[in-house]
């Protein structure tokens, strides 16, 4: 869309009362009917400052009634530039500026050569570096961070909504065994994990509970279900830009897996249970496919979790506790004890379930049988730059008694 030279004048009018971009845009739009949004807004006040002067739409200061051309922040010298290793990066340059300007984000970012629409301030301090009647001129030092994009709960609800109809329950089978089922779910990262990855393990889970029959089956979701956090966007819940992947597809292939599941419990005449525990790449959205299972199956228990830990009492004397396994991880089996006191006094067997190492490890701490589950996942670029590529691709079920765990089997 071409910009106009009268809504290129009214959005620096707008924006030198100090209007925000959300305001500007729907006055565009009420006056000029021109479709604008209020990132295009954004983007065009970002040129238009950085426009030579030659060809600049002077960018105005509204002051006591009258505008005023303000000068573009321009730095004296740049001193030093940083970029750290967490991704913020830091600048100190000398700058004329006023006292307003100091406490003007936009004003800093772009004194400092960074995108205002693109980047964020995280601190920033002036210190007066010369004062002369005309100008003070300040030693201006900031550190900054990327913009992430904010999870949009409509995308995904759009995404999971879509052919979604309360499953019915048909002529179930009655239960064979006393035993439980455990489907531990560690580390999935659909996205980079496809159907066609995981379809030999998911025939396997589902003809294993056609066949045996459970009273009980518990699908733990251990977190990381999925690679990305937001559905635009490939980036983890941290920020960490990650290789851009089909999320849509991502979305529907975790349906399918976790819905084929729960169907061949139910039809197996199980009691169905769904526990969670978020994971550093997707929590948010974890907790939106939590709010879909729930809608699809109305008759399973779905444990809407959004804490970095939970626990269950499995059976009458067993206790899990699980948890990603990205934070605290060597203090579990003291919070599982501390936190969840009933599910820790009622039991004689206790495990705890984590993920996020990609590798299975197991250890037997404090009265506490630590299960650090592998993954289904094949490795990522990053993975395999860094050569984290030995662990056995797989998957573990775990069956268990009244007092213990009995069996576990690999698919």
């Not at 307003?100 to 920033?124: R, S």
């Not at 210190?127 to 949009?152: D, L, R």
């Not at 994990?193 to 998911?202: I, P």
């Not at 984290?388 to 765990?405: E, F, P, V």
């Amino acid at each position: 869309m071409k910009w106009r030279k009268e809504w290129e004048e009214e959005l620096v009018e707008l924006r030198g009362k100090g209007y925000s971009y959300s305001t500007i845009a729907a006055s565009l739009n009420s006056k000029f009917s021109c479709g604008v949004t209020a990132d295009s807004v954004s983007s065009k006040y970002t040129r238009l400052r950085n426009q030579p002067k030659t060809k600049q739409v002077e960018y105005k200061e509204y002051v006591d009634g009258e505008f005023f051309v303000k000068e573009q922040p321009k730095a004296v010298s740049v001193q030093e530039h940083k970029i750290l290793s967490n991704g913020n990066q830091s600048s100190t340059i000398i700058v004329a500026m006023n006292e307003k300007q100091q406490k003007d984000p936009d004003f800093l970012l772009e004194a400092h050569g960074f995108d205002h629409t693109k980047w964020l301030i995280k601190t920033a301090t002036s210190n007066t570096w010369q004062q002369t009647p005309e100008k003070t001129v300040y030693q201006s030092k900031i550190v900054v961070a990327p913009k992430v994009e904010k999870f949009n709960p409509d995308k995904f609800l759009e995404v999971v909504k879509k052919n979604v109809e309360t499953y019915e329950l048909k002529d179930a089978s009655i239960f064979a065994s006393d035993d439980v089922l455990v489907i531990p779910l560690a580390d999935m990262h659909f996205g980079v994990t496809k159907m066609k990855d995981v379809s030999s393990q998911l025939n396997q889970i589902t003809t294993f509970i056609k066949d045996i029959g459970f009273k009980k089956v518990v699908i733990e979701q251990v977190g990381d279900l999925f690679h990305s956090s937001q559905m635009n966007k490939a980036i983890t819940l941290n920020g960490t830009e990650i290789n851009e992947i089909d999320m849509v597809q991502a979305v529907e292939d975790a349906k399918f897996f976790i819905d084929s599941i729960i169907e061949s419990a139910l039809n197996a005449g199980s009691e169905v249970h769904v526990m969670h525990t978020q994971g550093n790449h997707s929590g948010n959205l974890e907790y939106m496919f939590l709010l879909y299972l729930e809608a699809r199956f109305p008759m399973i228990d779905v444990q809407k979790n959004i804490d970095y830990r939970t626990a269950y009492q499995l059976t009458e004397h067993v206790g899990i506790m699980l948890a990603h396994g990205d934070v605290a991880k060597k203090r579990l089996p003291m919070l599982f004890a501390n936190e969840y006191k009933d599910i820790w006094s009622n039991s004689v067997y206790r495990e705890l379930h984590t993920g996020h190492f990609h590798q299975e490890v197991v250890s037997d701490e404090g009265g506490v049988v630590k299960r650090q589950f592998g993954t289904p996942k094949k490795p990522d670029d990053y993975e395999r730059k860094n050569g984290y590529t030995m662990a056995n691709d797989k998957m573990q079920i775990l069956i268990y008694g009244k007092d213990s765990l009995k069996e576990i089997i690999t698919v």
